[in-house]
């Protein structure tokens, strides 16, 4: 009887151990984008970036993922699993997205420790990583701090063969991640046809470096030491003479937009002079904190002044880039608006060309505001091009698609539905 008793119980374990194998295994299969360790993720070469056969190209904007929160209680921590889940939703939900664009703030640089800064880099770009795709930064003025820099951001970032960023401009002042990447037609689709192929698209990605200087401190006062918060004059410059010589080798022209994760002072301006939520649809729920905020024309940060006017080059450079369609931006999470710059608007002295000047929405759980998440989406068409017109909508994190425009000759005079102001 005991025997009988014993063997029966054997039967159970491995009836239940198999039952049990088997539920892993259905579990595994039925979830495509299940965690690995990045490293047995192997690389692939990359060739350059291209239109689908179907002659569109789109791009996802992540932005403002603020990872690495309080990291010393639970809750810290839970916002970067949330963060996680937000991108992994987006990208289920749109399937043809040809390049992922990480729009600054991608950590929280001030609540990390300088043994493991950059650590969260992994934790970001799993979701691309595990999909084979590939991203494109630019460093917000969160990513600078006493304890993290942008240099190693990148180096952390580079490990993978996904990432894009490739930094062009190397003067003190710079920042790190301004550089552009070429987007071909699909009859290009090598390195060496691409090399005699003009592109049918530039991506162009500037740093409005902010934050602060790392392991730097005040000698006198033992205080941190900010970092400007504006796209500096030598990128300015590498801008306009590396798109010239792009123009004069292509002999026209080529369509552009551009990625900054602090917007500029025209933001303000424009959303001073009313964002109209059925001809700008979008969250429109705090005012822009634009480029040379709290700093003095002078180049001191004392507080003492509201503006300082340092972003004007960069606006002049953008609103003289024939083919620049449009500048995408982040760090204001309750903004999430488009609007065409046109003409001279009160407050400014730069004449707009017609540029649309876009926020995105705040993708991480990490950051202020209960805004629900998502991420703005860019699709761009050869048809479309002709006429220097792309389409936007924002994903968001429920599934809703919402903001869906045309940034076409008439946007701004076109009406579009109210962008409903959930949250989370």
């Known amino acids: 009887m005991l025997g009988r008793y014993i063997s029966l119980s054997a039967w159970k374990v491995v009836i239940l151990t198999t039952l049990f194998i088997a539920i892993v295994g259905l579990l595994r299969f ?13 690389a692939k070469p990359r060739g350059p970036l291209t239109f689908k056969r179907d002659g569109t190209f789109q791009i996802s904007i992540f932005e403002d993922l603020h990872f690495g929160e309080n990291a010393w209680t639970s809750w810290g921590p839970q916002q970067d699993v949330r963060s996680v889940q937000v991108m992994n939703q987006i990208l289920d939900a749109e399937p043809e997205i040809g390049l992922v664009v990480l729009n600054g703030d991608l950590i929280t640089g001030e609540c990390t420790f300088l043994e493991n800064s950059t650590h969260y880099v992994e934790q970001i770009v799993s979701p691309m990583v595990q999909r084979d795709l590939t991203w494109a930064s630019t460093y917000g ?33 710079a920042g790190v991640t301004n550089y552009f990447l070429p987007v071909y037609d699909s009859n290009c689709s090598t390195h060496e046809l691409a090399s005699v192929c003009t592109p049918s698209l530039l991506l162009w990605f500037f740093d409005s470096r902010g934050g602060h200087f790392f392991q730097q401190k005040d000698p006198t006062t033992g205080q941190l030491i900010g970092q400007p918060d504006w796209v500096d004059v030598s990128v300015v410059e590498w801008f306009q003479h590396t798109n010239a010589a792009l123009v004069s080798k292509a002999g026209r022209a080529i369509p552009s937009l551009a990625f900054v994760h602090i917007p500029v002072n025209a933001s303000l301006a424009l959303q001073n002079a009313r964002v109209d939520a059925h001809r700008q649809p979008g969250i429109n729920d705090e005012p822009v904190s634009e480029q040379g905020q709290g700093w003095c024309a002078d180049g001191t940060d004392d507080g003492s002044c509201e503006y300082g006017g340092q972003d004007t080059p960069f606006m002049q450079a953008i609103t003289t880039t024939p083919g620049l369609m449009a500048l995408f931006t982040g760090h ?20 707009g060309n017609g540029i649309n000047l876009c926020f995105g929405q705040h993708t991480g759980y990490g950051g202020y505001g209960d805004w629900i998440r998502g991420s703005r989406q860019v699709v761009v068409s050869l048809e479309n091009l002709e006429d220097l017109v792309v389409d936007t909508y924002i994903r968001l994190e429920s599934g809703d698609v919402v903001g869906a425009v045309s940034l076409n000759a008439t946007y701004g005079q076109d009406v579009y539905p109210v962008t409903p102001n959930d949250k989370t």
């Open 332 to 351: 204001d999470h309750g903004n999430t608006w488009c609007y065409k710059w046109q003409g001279l608007v009160p407050g400014l002295t730069v004449k």
């Open 30 to 42: 039925s979830m495509p984008h299940w965690p690995l360790p990045l490293d047995t993720i192997k």
């Open 141 to 173: 003025n969160h990513d600078s701090g006493y304890n993290i820099s942008r240099k190693a951001i990148l180096a952390r970032e580079q490990r993978w063969s996904n990432s894009r960023t490739n930094p062009k401009v190397f003067d003190k002042n």
